[in-house]
């Protein structure tokens, strides 16, 4: 997964005395956490590598190689009574976003008040914005579940991250122009879209929504506070296309509605990609602070906005890896949730450990590796490869840092203690994820039986996530756990904005 080259910000000054604090909070409730839990370890993963129990490597004692290892195990291990009690932290936060605004856990209602029968037929555009790449297609519905799609992936660069809005939603209307060319769809026809915008937005229609903060390294300026559909339809009125932009969707509705399509089971939609975040079906006698019209249906799809848990900086057992992680990021002390779990963070956690163990000597002989200073040079998809190394001498994790990284000679002991580092990072990703789908599954009552669509390349590519995801449920809900269905989506964000646009054209939303 290419993941973008940030510098780090000037502000972090600012939050020396904040960040200082939370790393004493941190280190005081791990303690706690882990002496009241010891008794409770979950067992070592499948994929577990023993340590030998002679020295490896021959650079240090054995002992150093150990204490290392158990240091970080005791900072990245998460337990079972430990995901018992975030389960239930998690579950009061939900709560509190759906009585009132501005809570950590959004809770946004998305205006889909109703999940497709399968039935709906019908073209629309759909437009897909929420990382590297951005696609544009057309969307048929044949009805009986069928879909048909053309589509065109292009890729957003960091320019266009990180300048102004007006750049980046021009390049979405030169996208949308040069696809229609493409396809021979005349400039002048008149098409309705559904535009999945995948940040945190404030929505007040399906088909308004006001950007609350970027994420995922886009700094767009002009946009925060702004209504992204209007800044999308300013963009094609410019370009003189006949678009009207009809509904706005978070890519975790619109992986919800594309797989309820095909499956009537589905009640959530979770995204474990680039960012993470979660939809479901929720009651609306459950939503106290929902002020607008009774909804037909009596439910709502929630865009929870996940990744914003923890960020009130009290929940979460972070450790002082991943207070550097956010400090540097473009949204200090935002998304901390989202931080620890997923994919365009986890290699930078490693990469921050990787740093302070070559500073103490306690790999790479100390060697410094000018490959490895740059943030975010460390990508996830590497500790995905390096976990499925399981050759006698890790000559995979080998090739990635000497011949990726340029660190001379490793040691099988320091090839060993890294693959071991990835597998905590990993391990303790999955298994924050199972947390947020158990609150919700349980929320929901839907503890006999239903469907989780999950897609993102964390979930589809890092080795073992979802066995331990897996695992992880079981812990919490035992054998409950059976009767949910993770199932794997693939690019249903799109299909799923052409679906809700659908549903708002025949007037069923
Ligand atoms: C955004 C969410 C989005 C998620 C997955 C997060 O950073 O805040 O809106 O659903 O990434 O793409």
Redesign the pocket.
Known sequence: MPLPLWTPDNRVPLFVFGLTTGVAVTAAFQYLYSSLSKRNQPPPPADYDPLPGNAVGGLRPDTQFESTIQRLEREFTINTSMLHNLVKAFTRDMERGLKRENSVIKMIPSYVERRPSGDETGTYLALDL??SNFRVCEVTLLGKGQVRTRQKKFVVSEALKTGTGEQLFDFIADCVEQFMGELNIGKDTKLKMGFTF????DQHALNKGNLFLW??GFTASGVVGTDVVQLLQDAFHRKDLKIDVTALV???VGTLISHAYVDNATYMGV?L?????AAYVEKMENIPKWKGPPSSTGEMVI?M?W??WGQDGIILPTTAYDLKVDRASPNPRK?TY?KMI?GMYLGEITRQILLDLISTGEIFGGRHCSALEAPYSFETAYMSRIERDHSMELTDTRTILEDLYGIKKTTLSDRRLIKRICQLIGTRAARLASIGIASVVTKMNRLHGCTVAVD?SVYEHYSYFRTRMIDALKELLGVNADNITLAQARDGSGQGAALIAALADHGEL
Do not use: L, M, R, Y
């Open positions: 929420g990382g995948s940040f945190p937005v994420t995922k978070n890519d975790t995204i990609g680039t960012g993470s975040n865009n906005e990744g914003a998304q989202e997923s993102g």
